[in-house]
């Protein structure tokens, strides 16, 4: 074994660990925010309506019609058939389980297994679509599907969290059939990258307050935290993707983000909107 295959496994070793520490450290600060969803309040997300969290999922609601309308149901009678979908970064399931509604199967995966709000959670969406939803406990960097088996790979609020954006797109197109849809949704987007970066800049300096005895393996890894247009063209050159943006119309409260930002001279805030491409 020569020294530079020992060094890349002993740094694939340490970002295992780290991404074990990540995930683990996550799973309480997810708790301690109350994102512990149940009852009929889980069946209801993204559509949830009362509680402190309402207002989030309020923009991640128009975020997923938007992906149900103009991608899921025209992909369904495009083809002809039911879909298989990939939720990658799935958290609970609860956009599988939406899937299902709809008649298509779906593989949910995720590195978290916790029943806070990680695949741990996902038992009432499996009871209510049985043979439906599939839940397999892994990164997305590395999945573990044939290749071309899905007709959509969607990123699901998650893809900020790769360390590596070409190598996440790489392994969502691998396993996509010629043809099919490999969608970003809600993940920040910004126009500028300087606006991410200050973005960026900002949470580490507020980590302590914000994360506590956590800041430090929440930050360990190194997530590229978001996305701009040329980032994404950039990691995707070799993939022949050519990305299409389609805009969420957001409530009111969160469109006027930006101007708010302006009066305040405040950085620019991110978008999330839908993120598509078509797999040669």
Same mark, same amino acid.
């Given at each position: 074994?020569?020294?530079?295959?020992?060094?890349? +496994?002993?740094?694939? @070793?340490?970002?295992?660990? !780290?991404?074990?520490?990540? $995930? !683990?450290?996550?799973?309480?600060?997810? $708790?301690?925010?109350? %994102? /512990?969803? =149940? /009852?009929d309040e889980l069946l209801a997300l993204p559509f949830l309506e009362r509680g402190p969290l309402a207002r989030q999922w309020a923009v991640r609601a128009r975020s997923f019609e938007v992906f149900r309308e103009h991608v899921m149901r025209v992909e369904a009678r495009r083809l002809g058939r039911q879909l298989r979908v990939l939720d990658l970064g799935a958290g609970n399931g609860w956009l599988c389980y &939406?899937?299902? #509604?709809? /008649?298509?199967?779906?593989? @949910? #995966?995720?590195?978290? =297994?916790? !029943?806070?709000? /990680? +695949?741990? @959670?996902?038992?009432?969406?499996?009871?209510?679509?049985?043979g439906r939803i599939e839940c397999v406990v892994a990164g997305f960097d590395a999945i573990p599907l044939d290749p071309a088996s899905v007709d959509i790979a969607i990123f699901n609020a998650s893809l900020h969290y790769s360390t590596d954006l070409a190598r996440s797109l790489t392994e969502a197109g691998r396993v996509v059939r010629p043809g099919g849809r490999i969608v970003i949704l809600d993940s920040p987007f910004y126009a500028r990258a300087r606006d991410g970066e200050a973005m960026v800049a900002e949470k580490r300096?507020?980590?302590?307050?914000?994360?506590?005895?956590?800041?430090?393996?929440?930050?360990?890894?190194?997530?590229?935290?978001? #996305?701009? *247009?040329? %980032?994404? &063209? =950039? $990691?995707?050159? !070799? +993939? =022949? #993707?050519?990305?299409? *943006? &389609?805009?969420?119309?957001?409530?009111?409260?969160?469109? +006027?983000?930006?101007?708010?930002?302006?009066? %305040?001279?405040? *950085?620019?805030?991110s978008r999330f909107d839908l993120w598509v491409s078509v797999k040669p």
């Open positions: 074994m020569t020294d530079a295959t020992i060094s890349r +496994l002993a740094n694939d @070793a340490s970002e295992q660990a !780290a991404l074990a520490r990540f $995930a !683990a450290d996550y799973s309480k600060h997810r $708790a301690a925010e109350g %994102r /512990g969803h =149940d /009852g &939406r899937a299902a #509604l709809e /008649g298509h199967s779906a593989v @949910a #995966l995720d590195i978290r =297994d916790d !029943a806070i709000d /990680g +695949l741990g @959670a996902a038992q009432p969406f499996l009871d209510r679509a049985p300096k507020g980590a302590s307050a914000r994360f506590g005895e956590r800041a430090e393996s929440l930050l360990a890894l190194p997530f590229i935290e978001f #996305l701009t *247009r040329d %980032r994404l &063209r =950039d $990691a995707s050159v !070799a +993939l =022949d #993707l050519d990305w299409k *943006r &389609r805009r969420v119309r957001y409530p009111l409260w969160y469109e +006027l983000r930006p101007l708010q930002a302006a009066l %305040r001279r405040q *950085r620019t805030p």
